[in-house]
């Protein structure tokens, strides 16, 4: 079974920083792609960065110039670092992974995490 797990949110001050990981456990063949969502209250869930396995990324244009995303493939984990940030940034976090799995069978699928709340104080 694989799994998403992240870590790293929190609350911080406006103009602060935070670094989000995921690591994606189970039994993994490769990932494609791996990124970070976010939703707000009252909004819907929207691409914040997202890096493919060649090392290209992609980022929305809200957080470029801000916002980082990395991966370690070896360890099939991606992390987000994220500074000068703002009260709008304020969102519960996701990862997502769009990879391909074997458990007797070649599966392949997109994932999500449970989720990391980033709060950001004005």
């Known amino acids: 079974q694989v799994q998403l797990v992240e870590s790293g949110g929190g609350l911080v001050q406006a103009g602060g920083s935070l670094r989000l990981s995921c690591a994606a456990s189970?039994?993994?063949?490769?990932?494609?792609?791996m990124g970070w969502y976010r939703q707000a209250p009252g909004k819907q869930r929207e691409l914040v960065a997202q890096?493919?396995?060649?090392?290209?990324?992609n980022y929305a244009d809200f957080v470029r110039g801000r916002f980082t995303i990395s991966r370690d493939n070896a360890k099939n984990t991606v992390y987000l670092q994220m500074n000068s940030l703002k009260p709008e940034d304020t969102a519960v976090y996701y990862c997502?992974?769009?990879?391909?799995?074997?458990?007797?069978?070649?599966?392949?699928?997109?994932?999500w995490g449970q989720g990391t709340q980033v709060t950001v104080s004005s």
């Open positions: 890096s493919t396995r060649d090392g290209s990324t």
């Open positions: 189970g039994s993994i063949v490769s990932i494609n792609s």
């Open positions: 997502n992974a769009d990879l391909i799995s074997y458990s007797g069978i070649y599966v392949s699928r997109n994932y």
